[in-house]
């Protein structure tokens, strides 16, 4: 069993910054792959961003270029740097994990993971 736990999320104007992080517990050497998701009511769950212990990196066409993932293994953290952020970024970003060992553009496009985290918001004004 793993546990994530996401940082506060906040508001903030758009082209601002914020940087999340999510602390994983438990057996925590099961995991292949680390990812953020973000949810808005009403619309399709959206992969944001995926890292995985063979070092493939995915990234959302919607965010890449902008947002950067990294871990501190020796933290047992996950990081996610989101710059030039824009209103439509506006979400429930969630922390999730996941035991399979495939590479990271399956993540980032199936959303299928094995731990979730109970999610952070994120709002980003005009």
């Known amino acids: 069993q793993v546990q994530l736990v996401e940082s506060v999320g906040g508001s903030v104007q758009a082209g601002g910054s914020l940087r999340l992080s999510c602390v994983a517990s438990g057996s925590i050497s099961s995991v292949f792959c680390m990812s953020w998701v973000r949810h808005v009511p009403g619309k399709e769950r959206e992969g944001v961003a995926v890292t995985c212990n063979d070092g493939s990196i995915s990234y959302g066409d919607d965010v890449a270029g902008r947002f950067n993932i990294s871990k501190d293994n020796d933290k047992n953290t996950l990081y996610l740097q989101m710059n030039s952020l824009k209103p439509e970024d506006t979400a429930m970003y969630y922390c999730?994990?996941?035991?399979?060992?495939?590479?990271?553009?399956?993540?980032?496009?199936?959303?299928?993971?094995?731990?979730w985290g109970q999610g952070t918001q994120v709002t980003v004004s005009s």
């Open positions: 999730a994990a996941g035991e399979s060992r495939l590479r990271a553009l399956y993540y980032i496009r199936s959303r299928n993971f094995n731990y």
